[in-house]
């Protein structure tokens, strides 16, 4: 079974450049992820989908920030205009269903600011 | 609100010693417990889990943790370390919402 994929896997872009990030989950899953983990810290949730609808993006700075994840499989995270603190790895999971299920992780996108 | 503590930050140990991680969390109810590893450049791999029932899990690579509820704690064990166990290591509670809520991390570092 493939795992979670994640594309690019390393960025490096301008400050108040834009970027995009795309995760493609594990085949029938259909909850999915997006993290942000800054160096020496956890993992902090962005955004939760349910097939292609938003559980939960209370978390998610949406004055730069965005989500999609039109089909319901297939999801993109975009930032614009970057910020330097914006420098962190961006990870996408994604388990079956929601609950206690496990989440499977993706390699992650890292991104830097400059 | 529910939290994880990792006190640790970093921890290193030679290879063929013991480990024990300390991981602490605050919830109200029950809580749905995790263990993640995360080596360089790679997502996070789950360890273990613990849900209910037997309060010592068994994990994949020989690790094992113990959630003790007088303590409010849930930490990692591994009785022999090798070179390859070297990673960051994260424990994570379920929130409330269902989301998974990560600690800061122990960075372990193995020395031969």
């Known amino acids: 079974e493939a795992g979670v994929a994640q594309s690019p896997r390393y960025k490096i872009i301008e400050k108040r450049q834009s970027v995009a990030f795309w995760c493609n989950p594990i085949s029938g899953h259909a909850t999915l992820y997006w993290y942000q983990q800054i160096l020496g810290q956890g993992p902090k949730l962005l955004i939760q989908f349910q097939n292609n609808g938003v559980v939960d993006d209370s978390q998610l700075p949406k004055d730069r920030f965005s989500a999609e994840r039109l089909k319901g499989v297939d999801s993109t995270l975009k930032i614009q205009p970057a910020k330097l603190e914006d420098s962190a790895v961006y990870l996408c999971?994604?388990?079956?269903?929601?609950?206690?299920?496990?989440?499977?992780f993706g390699p992650g996108t890292r991104l830097t600011v400059l | 609100a529910q939290s994880v503590t990792q006190p640790d930050i970093h921890i290193t140990v030679s290879e063929g010693a013991s480990l024990e991680l300390r991981c602490n969390y605050s919830y109200g109810a029950t809580p749905y417990l995790f263990w993640y590893v995360q080596s360089p450049g790679q997502g996070l791999q789950l360890l273990l889990k613990y849900f209910s029932g037997d309060t010592l899990v068994q994990g994949i690579k020989g690790f094992e943790a113990e959630f003790k509820r007088s303590q409010s704690s849930f930490n990692l064990r591994k009785p022999s370390v090798h070179w390859s166990d070297a990673a960051e290591y994260f424990c994570?509670?379920?929130?409330?919402?269902?989301?998974?809520?990560f600690g800061t991390g122990t960075r372990l570092t193995v020395i031969p």
């Open positions: 999971a994604s388990r079956i269903q929601g609950g206690t299920d496990t989440q499977y």
């Open positions: 994570a509670v379920v929130t409330g919402a269902n989301n998974l809520f």
